[in-house]
């Protein structure tokens, strides 16, 4: 039955995704998402931590941190549709006015793989269908950006994550020896958000 639900996305737009679910089922199955999945599945090579909060009677926040920095951040909100559910997902805008891991974006300390966009939506059907994320249904290009896949790499080769203090595109453990060295390697930070309060 549950493959039977109406996935994807409805006619109005294209960022809502319609289901017939009960907006108060859908809300539910939102807060069991694979959110572990999720992170395994996306992540960049720094061990990154999600947080859940329930922003409003139709919306769930997750935030991504990592060191107690916050790194992304996405909203999806059930609003009842005919007898169902739309589902929307908010990304907050980068400093240059576009989404954040929008597929375009530079940072010198990847938390995840972009785009974004379409990583959330199967984030989103999966916990609609009740099954665990997959990252192989992912309709598109499933990471634009080079340094997350090299950090993924270092990360998933060694076992050993990078972490925000480090340089750019260095691992840990070459990071820890030059500091053990005497040497202080210039650490870029990356400004994730339009508005630092985000």
């Known amino acids: 039955m549950v493959s039977l639900l109406a996935l994807g996305a409805c006619q109005g737009h294209p960022n809502e995704l319609y289901y017939k679910l009960a907006p108060s089922e859908a809300h539910n199955r939102l807060l069991r998402a694979d959110i572990v999945g999720f992170r395994d599945a996306r992540q960049c090579g720094m061990l990154i931590y999600f947080s859940t909060t329930a922003t409003a009677p139709d919306a769930i926040t997750w935030d991504v941190t990592s060191s107690d920095v916050l790194l992304a951040r996405f909203t999806l909100r059930v609003v009842p549709k005919d007898d169902g559910s739309i589902i929307t997902i908010e990304l907050p805008k980068g400093p240059n006015g576009a989404e954040i891991y929008d597929g375009n974006q530079h940072y010198t300390h990847p938390a995840l793989m972009q785009p974004m966009r379409p990583a959330l939506r199967e984030l989103v059907d999966s916990a609609m269908a009740g099954r665990p994320y997959d990252w192989r249904r992912i ?43 005497g040497k202080s390697p210039p650490v870029e930070q990356d400004q994730v958000f339009a508005d630092q309060s985000q």
């Open 139 to 181: 309709q598109g290009t499933l990471n634009t950006d080079s340094l997350c896949g090299s950090l993924r790499d270092n990360f998933e080769a060694s076992g050993r994550p990078y972490e925000l203090n480090d340089p750019s595109g260095m691992t840990h453990e070459d990071a820890q020896a030059a500091r053990s060295n």
